[in-house]
T-cell receptor, first 115, second 114 residues
Framework: DAGITQSPRHKVTETGTPVTLRCHQT?????MYWYRQDPGHGLRLIHY???????DKGEVSDGYSVSRSKTEDFLLTLESATSSQTSVYFC??????????????FGSGTRLTVV | AQSVTQLDSHVSVSEGTPVLLRCNYS??????LFWYVQHPNKGLQLLLK??????LVKGINGFEAEFKKSETSFHLTKPSAHMSDAAEYFC????????????FGTGTRLKVLA
């Protein structure tokens, strides 16, 4: 998607190893989000950021950490990957303001398999 | 707390017939609501959004949705289905507290029969 890229697109990793997924935007949007998508669950929020060094937990944050040292980059780290973290991960960006939620722009996703 | 329920996990329609995908929401204040579409192995694309302006919202590709506060519904419709509409559709309610977190429904997979 224009203005937002995720890397890698696909990754296979072993149980117990750390993994970092990267989200990069060129839109200078304030808000960035990490979601995971699993069948029957829709998308669930892992962590989000509302500015450089400002992050907070979502509904499924256990086992994940994030960092945002620059406006354009939002990193998601699986500290010690488990098979339950096999999923498709989506990053999203937004530049909403009070009363005017503009909607998200999503990245293309990262398919992560933990074996 | 906010939540959204998509009432059908799968919907099948014949090409050229109307599409109805149902969504009910729960919100303690006036919500913002969205519909997104995801084609196989693709990302999510915004179809339309409701942000307290007109209750009938028109989106891309001929889709529209009507916000009904009394019924807490935001159903997605299209008069005539096309084969290219086959995809998964997500209803979303936005947290307007300032962080604009989305709460997703579990999705409705639309199948279009020739």
């Amino acid at each position: 998607d224009a203005g937002i890229t995720q890397s890698p697109r696909h990754k296979v990793t072993e149980t117990g190893t750390p993994v970092t997924l990267r989200c990069h935007q060129t839109e200078n949007h304030r808000y960035m989000y990490w979601y995971r998508q699993d069948p029957g669950h829709g998308l669930r929020l892992i962590h989000y950021s509302y500015g450089v060094k400002d992050t907070d937990k979502g509904e499924v944050s256990d086992g994940y950490s994030v960092s945002r040292s620059k406006t354009e980059d939002f990193l998601l780290t699986l500290e010690s990957a488990t098979s339950s973290q096999t999923s498709v991960y989506f990053c999203a960006i937004s530049e909403s303001s009070p009363g005017q939620p503009y909607g998200y722009t999503f990245g293309s996703g990262t398919r992560l398999t933990v074996v | 707390a906010q939540s959204v329920t998509q009432l059908d996990s799968h919907v099948s329609v014949s090409e050229g017939t109307p599409v109805l995908l149902r969504c009910n929401y729960s919100s303690s204040y006036s919500p913002s609501l969205f519909w997104y579409v995801q084609h196989p192995n693709k990302g999510l694309q915004l179809l339309l959004k409701y942000t307290s302006a007109a209750t009938l919202v028109k989106g891309i590709n001929g889709f529209e949705a009507e916000f009904k506060k009394s019924e807490t519904s935001f159903h997605l419709t299209k008069p005539s289905a096309h084969m290219s509409d086959a995809a998964e559709y997500f209803c979303v309610v936005s947290d307007n507290s300032g962080t604009y977190k989305y709460i997703f429904g579990t999705g409705t997979r639309l199948k279009v029969l020739a």
